[in-house]
C-alpha cells in the first residue's frame, strides 16, 4: 500500500494523528516531486505580468500606465551604452526595459538593476561560458528548491492540446536556469517551478532570463543537475521547508481522493483506510492532523 511522505514528526512524538491513505496510491518520497505521469506542456510562450506579480514580495500590484515605455526603456539604453550609473534611473524606468524584454519586473529598484545588469551579460550569447556545463555537478533529480541554478533537458511541442493533453512533440531543448520561485497548485497540488533562463541549445531557444514556468514532472523527466550553494547548509532549511509544503499538499490531495471514492461508493481494496499514526509512528512520517 502506498503511502504519501510527510515531513517529520519527531517533536510531536506521542500525540496520535488520523491520516488518510489510499490503498491505489503510488508510493513517493519526501525528496521527490514527481507527479502523475501524464502529458502536460509547459509555458514558454504566455508568461505575463500576472505572473510576474504573483512572484513579487515588494509590488502586490502594478497599475501604472505603460504608454510611456518606450520612451523610458530608450533612456535606460543610453544610460547603458554610455556607462552611466542606473541608480540615478526610477523603478519605473527600469521596469520599462524588463517589461519590453519580457522579463520579471518583481522586486526593489535595486533587485530590477541587477537583472537588467545580468540581462545585459547574459543577451549576446555568454550565458554557457558563465554558467558551463561543466558546473552542474549534482544530481539533484525529484529534490529542487528555490536558488538552485539547475541544468534540465525539456520536450518541445509543436503544438499542444491543453484538453485533450496531447501534443507533437517539435524536438527538446538543454536549458540551464535559476529557480526563483517554486509552489504547489491550489486545485490540483502540482509542483510548479519558474525558471529564470540563463542560457538554452536545441529547438525554439529561449533569451536569456526569460521566466519559464516548469511542472515538477517535466522538471525531473531527464534528470536534473544542479550547481553547488557556497552555502550547502542554508540550502538545506530552504529544502525542508519546501518539503514541509510538499507534504501537506500530498496529504491534501490524498484527502480529496479519498472523499471521491467515497461520493462514489468504491469499496474493498480501493477504499481510503485511516491509519493511526499512534501505532504507525515507527513506518511513516508526516504532517499531524489536528
Not at 497548485?185 to 540563463?198: D, I, K, N, S
Not at 538545506?236 to 514541509?244: D, F, G, T, W
Request: hydrophobic residues 30%; proline residues 2%; aromatic residues 6%.
Amino acid at each position: 500500500m502506498g503511502l504519501p511522505v510527510l515531513d517529520d514528526m519527531s517533536a510531536r512524538e506521542g500525540k496520535r494523528a488520523f491520516i488518510c491513505i489510499s490503498s491505489s496510491s503510488s508510493s513517493s518520497s519526501s525528496s521527490s516531486d514527481e507527479e502523475d505521469d501524464e502529458p502536460v506542456e509547459d509555458s514558454d510562450d504566455d508568461y505575463s505580468n500576472e505572473d510576474n506579480h504573483d512572484d513579487s514580495d515588494d509590488e502586490p500590484n502594478d497599475d501604472e500606465d505603460h504608454s510611456d515605455d518606450e520612451s523610458l526603456c530608450n533612456k535606460l539604453m543610453r544610460f547603458l551604452k554610455e556607462g552611466k550609473d542606473l541608480e540615478c534611473l526610477s523603478l519605473k524606468e527600469c521596469k520599462a526595459y524588463l517589461r519590453k524584454h519580457g522579463l520579471r519586473i518583481s522586486g526593489t529598484k535595486l533587485v530590477c538593476i541587477q537583472r537588467i545588469e545580468e540581462h545585459q551579460r547574459l543577451k549576446d550569447g555568454n550565458g554557457e561560458a558563465l554558467y558551463p556545463r561543466s558546473s552542474f555537478v549534482i544530481n539533484c533529480t525529484g529534490d529542487v528548491c528555490k536558488g538552485d541554478v539547475v541544468l534540465f533537458t525539456q520536450k518541445v511541442y509543436q503544438k499542444f492540446d491543453k484538453m485533450k493533453r496531447h501534443g507533437r512533440i517539435f524536438g527538446k531543448r538543454v536549458i540551464a536556469g535559476r529557480v526563483v520561485k517554486e509552489s504547489y497548485g491550489a486545485a490540483r497540488q502540482q509542483h510548479t517551478f519558474t525558471v529564470e533562463v540563463l542560457w538554452s541549445r536545441g529547438v525554439k531557444e529561449l533569451s536569456p532570463l526569460f521566466p519559464l514556468l516548469v511542472k515538477g514532472r517535466n522538471l525531473y523527466k531527464m534528470k536534473t543537475f544542479r550547481q553547488r550553494w557556497s552555502n550547502e547548509a542554508e540550502r538545506s532549511i530552504v529544502l525542508a521547508e519546501k518539503h514541509r509544503r510538499g507534504g501537506a499538499a500530498r496529504l491534501v490531495k490524498t484527502m480529496k481522493k479519498s472523499k471521491k471514492m467515497t461520493t462514489n461508493g468504491e469499496t474493498g481494496d480501493n477504499s481510503e483506510r485511516v491509519l493511526d499514526y499512534g501505532e504507525r509512528h515507527a513506518d511513516i512520517r508526516g504532517v499531524l492532523v489536528p
